[in-house]
Structures are given as C-alpha cells and as structure tokens.
C-alpha cells in the first residue's frame, strides 16, 4: 500500500496567491492605460491595425462590432450613415476631415494611399485600449464637389454598444462643419 502525503494549503498561502494575482492584474491595466499595452494587445489578439477593407467588395460582419457610411454606387453592402457631398474637390475635402479629426484621442494615422486619397487609422479605446480600425476613402464627383466613405471596425468583441457608429456620425459631423456642403 503507497502511503500519499496530503499537501495542506493554508488559508495564508491562499491569500497569497489571490494578492499576487491582483497585483498582477493591476500591473496589467495600468500598463494598458498608459499607452504600453500594446505589446499585450499584440500578443492577445494580433495587431491594432486590422488592414485595408475594400469598399467595392466589403462584406458587413455577422455581429454588431461595425459601422459603415458609404455612397450607394460604391459600397454593395448597406450603410447605416449616408455620407455627405461636399462643395470641395475630393483632395481638399481629404485635408479638411484631416484637420477636422485631429483633436481625436488616442487616434493614430497608420497608412496613406495618396494615390487613392484613402487613410487607415486605429483609435483606442479610453481605459482598457480596444483598438478600431477606420478606412476612410475621399471620391471626387462632377461639378468640383466630393464625397467620402467611412467604415469602422472593431478589432475585439462581438459587440461595441455604438461606438463605430458613434464614431462615423461624430466624423461626419466633424467633417461637415469644417467642409461646405454642396447645395
């Protein structure tokens, strides 16, 4: 017969653990809330920056973590927001939203096709640094004036409660006191 010690843990080395562990944590958040959790983010879920979407062939996603503002004969999936046109041509409306975003926090610009007058940002979330990728493409249309198209897109959960929609509405918004609409 094998005789097997039974280990005790004490309530004092539980304690312990349970400390140790919510000191980690804290570690953790604080680190995320200071900007240097990206390194975290990265290792959990890849990077910030989900890439270009193609507004031609954009397929909506199955779970409410997006939004999209999009010309009807660009974008073949449905807009929640219609973009504005503008009385400005599509490279002065492009500079206008620019200046109009730029007091956006923690917004960063991650890619420029001026070619294509298209920019990618990421924008994090206040406290734990979620970041949403936004494409934003500026189209030119007769008569000198412009358009854009808008789609934000969270990299993390199954639902954002608002937020991308919120975003591309408050851009707009942005956008439109900063660029004269076409009449």
Known sequence: MVHRRRRRISGTGVAKGVALLAVACAVAVAAL??????????LAAGPPDLGPASFERLARRDVPNDALACPADLC???????????AVPAR????????????????????????ALADRYVQRSRIMRFPDTVDVRFLDLPGGRSTLALYSRSQLGSDDFGVNRARIARWLALLSAAAPAAR
């Open 92 to 115: 002065d409306l492009r500079r206008a939203f620019a200046r109009a975003i730029a007091d956006e926090p923690r917004l960063e610009r991650v890619a420029a096709d001026d070619a």
């Open 33 to 42: 809330a200071a900007g240097g959790g990206d390194p975290l983010w990265r």
């Open 76 to 86: 073949r999936a449905a807009s929640d927001l219609a973009p504005p046109v503008f």
